[in-house]
C-alpha cells in the first residue's frame, strides 16, 4: 500500500492543476484588460491614486482613501517581507499562459502570498469599512487585481487566496490606525 501524500503535496497538485485550467481558459477582454491592470496595481500605485481622488471629498469619503492605505501600509510588509521570506515558493511556470497575457515583468520573489493580492484586499476592506457604497466597485477592481496574478501566470490561486485573506485582515486592523488619524487631522474638514 502507497502512503498518501502529504498535505502539502495534495494542496500543490491542487493548485497546479487549477493554474493551468485557468491557463487553458480564454477570454479576449481579460486578456486585453487584466495584463495591464496587474501592471498598475504594481507598488500599490493605482490605490495610492484611488485614495489621492478619494482625498478630495472630506468625511466618509476621505477616511475611506486613509484606511484603504493604512490597510496596505500593514499589509504589503507583512506579505512582501515576512511572508515571503517565511514562505518560499516557486513562481508558476508560465508556459501554458498565452503570450499575450503574460505580466510585462515577471516578479523573481516569492510566489507566496501574493502581495498584490494583499494590498488590493487590504485596500477594498480599508474602502468598505468607510464608505460600503464605495466598498462594490472598489471591491471588484481589487478581485480583477488578484485574478489578474493567477491569470497573467505569476501566481497560484492558493498565494493569492492567502493574500487576500491577508489583506482582508490587515483592512479590520488598520482601524485603530484610521481612527487616530482621524482625531489629529479631522478628515471631515474641507481643505483650506
Not at 466618509?60 to 506579505?79: C, E, F, K, N, Y
Not at 497575457?101 to 502570498?113: G, K, M, N, Q
Amino acid at each position: 500500500m502507497t502512503p498518501a501524500a502529504p498535505t502539502r503535496g495534495r494542496f500543490h497538485d491542487f493548485d497546479v492543476a487549477m493554474f493551468r485550467r485557468l491557463a487553458g481558459w480564454h477570454a479576449p477582454l481579460l486578456d486585453r484588460t487584466l495584463p495591464p491592470l496587474t501592471e498598475a496595481a504594481s507598488y500599490s500605485r493605482l490605490w495610492l491614486g484611488l485614495a489621492g481622488v478619494l482625498s478630495l471629498k472630506p468625511g466618509a469619503t476621505r477616511r475611506a482613501g486613509v484606511h484603504g492605505i493604512a490597510g496596505i501600509a500593514l499589509a504589503s510588509p507583512i506579505a512582501n517581507l515576512v511572508g515571503k521570506v517565511t514562505f518560499p515558493r516557486d513562481r508558476p511556470y508560465a508556459h501554458p499562459v498565452p503570450h499575450i497575457r503574460r505580466a510585462a515583468r515577471r516578479p523573481d520573489s516569492s510566489s507566496f502570498p501574493s502581495g498584490h493580492s494583499a494590498s488590493a484586499a487590504a485596500f477594498a476592506t480599508g474602502v468598505a469599512l468607510e464608505a460600503p457604497a464605495l466598498g462594490v466597485p472598489i471591491g471588484v477592481l481589487a478581485g480583477l487585481v488578484c485574478l489578474s496574478r493567477v491569470y497573467t501566470g505569476v501566481h497560484y490561486p492558493l498565494d493569492v487566496m492567502a493574500g487576500i485573506g491577508l489583506g482582508v485582515a490587515c483592512g479590520y486592523a488598520a482601524k485603530p490606525l484610521v481612527r487616530a488619524v482621524d482625531r489629529a487631522v479631522s478628515l471631515d474638514r474641507a481643505p483650506g
